[in-house]
């Protein structure tokens, strides 16, 4: 059974940092793909950041780019999404999420996966 569980989340003024992790268990193979998406009140899910261990592919949202970095401790089944510079406009529920698959990252990113963390909530104050 795969299962997510983010953590790291909290309130920090504009202009701050926060790095949030997700552990992730329950892939047999190495072929699997591992992503950030946020989700603001009245707006859609957005994939802000995914990575492809399967071709090691990496996306980041427009949004993001040059703020956020994600990365992994394969020796811990770890994911992390270090947000730098962070603006009122990024606060949001941040949900891990896994896919089982060879997709490229970008694409899961835009088309969603297939597994679920909690989330966890991220509040930037102005």
């Known amino acids: 059974e795969v299962q997510l569980v983010e953590s790291g989340g909290g309130l920090v003024q504009a202009g701050g940092s926060l790095r949030l992790s997700c552990a992730a268990s329950?892939?047999?193979?190495?072929?699997?793909?591992i992503g950030w998406f946020r989700q603001a009140p009245g707006k859609e899910r957005e994939g802000v950041s995914c990575i492809s261990f399967s071709d090691g592919s990496i996306y980041y949202a427009d949004s993001v780019k040059g703020r956020f970095t994600i990365s992994s401790d394969n020796a811990k089944n770890t994911v992390y999404l270090q947000m730098n510079s962070l603006k009122p406009e990024d606060t949001a529920v941040y949900y891990c999420?896994?896919?089982?698959?060879?997709?490229?990252?970008?694409?899961?990113?835009?088309?969603?996966?297939?597994?679920w963390g909690k989330g966890t909530l991220v509040t930037v104050s102005s």
């Open positions: 329950g892939f047999t193979y190495d072929d699997y793909a």
């Open positions: 999420a896994g896919d089982a698959s060879r997709l490229r990252s970008s694409y899961l990113c835009n088309a969603g996966m297939d597994y």
